[in-house]
């Protein structure tokens, strides 16, 4: 089962690497952002949430979009989705 935040009404999501385990390359975007399936580590699970997830990572968001990311009080890497295109 996957999910992708923005379809259930969230419009940012920890998308940083240091987040997330079990990550497999699924495609691209139209924008050409390579698209993800992962879960998040137990560490971040109670926050961001359980199961199976499809986004993309903040690091390659970083490179083309740059004002799509920021970092959360922890230090964490999160994507505004509703600023992709």
């Not at 690497?17 to 699924?26: F, G, P, R, S, T």
């Not at 399936?37 to 968001?61: I, S």
Request: glycine share 8%; no cysteine; charged share 25%.
């Amino acid at each position: 089962y996957s999910r992708n935040p923005a379809a259930f009404g969230m419009t940012a999501a920890a998308s940083d690497y240091a987040a997330k385990e079990n990550i497999v390359l699924v495609g691209s975007l139209e924008n050409g952002l390579p698209l993800y399936m992962f879960d998040y580590k137990p560490e971040f699970k109670a926050r961001w949430g359980y199961g199976r997830y499809l986004g993309v990572m903040a690091q390659d968001v970083e490179l083309v979009l740059p004002e799509a990311v920021y970092e959360d009080e922890t230090g964490i890497k999160v994507v505004d989705y509703s600023k992709l295109h």
